[in-house]
C-alpha cells in the first residue's frame, strides 16, 4: 500500500464515530474494510439533550470512489441535521443531494437510520434498500427484522417510493445490530453465505455480551464460517438500551 493511500485512509476513517456511551445506552462500532479504504461508513450525532441520530450507509463499489461518496453523505448527515429532525426528510433531502451533486457518477448507496428520542421513549427506523436491522429483545429468543422501506439513494429524485418509519419503543434491555452487507453475504467453502439467519442465532448466543465484546464474537463467528474470509467491506454497529 502507498504511503499516500495509508495517510488517506487513516483521514478517511479518523472521522468514524467512537464508541458512545451514557446511562441510557452504549453504541460500538466495528469495521473491517476489505481495502484501504471502502464505501462502508455511519454516524452517531446527538441532537440536543433527548435525540440521538444513528445512521449508516454502505455506498456502491470499493476503493477511493466508494470512500468519497460515503464521505460526503457523512459530511450531509452531520450538517444537515437537526434537534427537530424527521427521519424521512432527512432521508428525502440526502437523495436530493445526492442526485444533483453527484448523479452523472453512476454511484448510489443503501441508508439507514435509527433516530432515538428519549423524550417521547420512542425510536423511528427508516431504511433505504439497506440490510434489516435486527432487533433482540429482552426475555426473547427470535430477532425481529426491521426492513428497509425505500430503494437506493443516488438514483432517482423524487424517490420511485414514498419514505415510510417504522416506529416503536424504547425498552431497557433491547439489542439492535446494524451492519452492512458484507457481514451477511460471506460465503462458505460450498458458497452458502451466512445470512440472516445466522447472523441472528449469532446475536442471540452472544445475547449476554455488550458492546465491542458483543461486536467481536459477532464478527468472529462469521470469519470462522467464511471459505476464503470476509470478501467485502463489513462495519457492525450494536446498540444497547440500558
Given at each position: 500500500?502507498?504511503?499516500?493511500?495509508?495517510?488517506?485512509?487513516?483521514?478517511?476513517?479518523?472521522?468514524?464515530?467512537?464508541?458512545?456511551?451514557?446511562?441510557?445506552?452504549?453504541?460500538?462500532?466495528?469495521?473491517?474494510?476489505?481495502?484501504?479504504?471502502?464505501?462502508?461508513?455511519?454516524?452517531?450525532?446527538?441532537?440536543?439533550?433527548?435525540?440521538?441520530?444513528?445512521?449508516?450507509?454502505?455506498?456502491?463499489?470499493?476503493?477511493?470512489?466508494?470512500?468519497?461518496?460515503?464521505?460526503?453523505?457523512?459530511t450531509y448527515i452531520l450538517t444537515q441535521a437537526r434537534p427537530d429532525l424527521i427521519p424521512c426528510d432527512l432521508v428525502a433531502d440526502l437523495n436530493a443531494y445526492l442526485?444533483?451533486?453527484?448523479?452523472?457518477?453512476?454511484?448510489?448507496?443503501?441508508?439507514?437510520?435509527l433516530l432515538l428520542d428519549f423524550e417521547s421513549g420512542n425510536m423511528s427506523l427508516t431504511g433505504a434498500a439497506h440490510p434489516p436491522v435486527l432487533q433482540l429483545q429482552?426475555?426473547?429468543?427470535?430477532?425481529?427484522?426491521?426492513?428497509?422501506?425505500?430503494?437506493?439513494?443516488?438514483?432517482?429524485?423524487?424517490?420511485?417510493?414514498?419514505?415510510?418509519?417504522?416506529?416503536?419503543?424504547?425498552?431497557?434491555?433491547?439489542?439492535?445490530?446494524?451492519?452492512?452487507?458484507?457481514?451477511?453475504?460471506?460465503?462458505?467453502?460450498?458458497?452458502?453465505?451466512?445470512?440472516?439467519e445466522r447472523l441472528s442465532r449469532s446475536f442471540i448466543a452472544h445475547r449476554h455480551l455488550s458492546g465491542q465484546a458483543l461486536n467481536q464474537a459477532i464478527l468472529s463467528?462469521?470469519?470462522?464460517?467464511?471459505?476464503?474470509?470476509?470478501?467485502?467491506?463489513?462495519?457492525?454497529?450494536?446498540?444497547?438500551?440500558?
Open positions: 500500500m502507498s504511503e499516500d493511500l495509508q495517510l488517506a485512509a487513516k483521514v478517511h476513517y479518523g472521522f468514524l464515530p467512537d464508541d458512545f456511551d451514557d446511562d441510557r445506552l452504549n453504541i460500538a462500532i466495528s469495521l473491517r474494510p476489505l481495502h484501504a479504504l471502502g464505501g462502508d461508513y455511519c454516524s452517531i450525532l446527538p441532537l440536543g439533550k433527548d435525540r440521538i441520530l444513528v445512521a449508516i450507509c454502505d455506498a456502491v463499489g470499493h476503493g477511493v470512489s466508494a470512500a468519497l461518496f460515503a464521505a460526503r453523505i457523512n442526485c444533483k451533486r453527484l448523479g452523472d457518477t453512476g454511484m448510489y448507496t443503501t441508508f439507514y437510520a429482552q426475555g426473547q429468543e427470535r430477532c425481529r427484522e426491521w426492513e428497509s422501506i425505500i430503494t437506493y439513494l443516488g438514483i432517482a429524485d423524487p424517490m420511485p417510493l414514498l419514505c415510510g418509519s417504522e416506529r416503536l419503543p424504547l425498552k431497557t434491555g433491547d439489542r439492535f445490530l446494524i451492519y452492512s452487507d458484507g457481514l451477511i453475504e460471506v460465503e462458505d467453502v460450498a458458497g452458502q453465505a451466512f445470512g440472516i463467528e462469521a470469519e470462522s464460517y467464511a471459505g476464503f474470509g470476509f470478501q467485502d467491506d463489513v462495519l457492525l454497529m450494536s446498540i444497547t438500551l440500558k
